[in-house]
């Protein structure tokens, strides 16, 4: 059975970091989004090694320009 465990706190680049430790252990991305009203949306999909790749830089980019706006 599938364990989740609250990530609260940590930042995505905390996340990726450890997913990129233990690459070959992920078998699916897990995404959730809180909105502002409150309500959370998750969803799970199988992806490719590549396509991992791709979206940690794309996370590391957008969190990066907002390190610097905030400077």
Do not use: Y
């Not at 059975?1 to 609260?8: A, C, D, G, N, W």
């Not at 690459?23 to 995404?31: D, K, N, P, R």
């Not at 999909?45 to 969190?63: C, R």
């Amino acid at each position: 059975m599938t364990e989740i465990r609250s990530l609260h706190g940590t930042t995505v680049a905390e996340i990726f970091s450890a997913g990129l430790d233990n690459l070959e252990q992920i078998e699916a991305v897990a995404v959730s989004v809180m909105w502002k009203d409150g309500t959370v949306t998750a969803g799970c999909s199988n992806t490719t090694k590549p396509n991992l790749a791709l979206l940690v830089l794309a996370m590391d980019e957008h969190q990066r320009r907002g390190l610097v706006g905030d400077g």
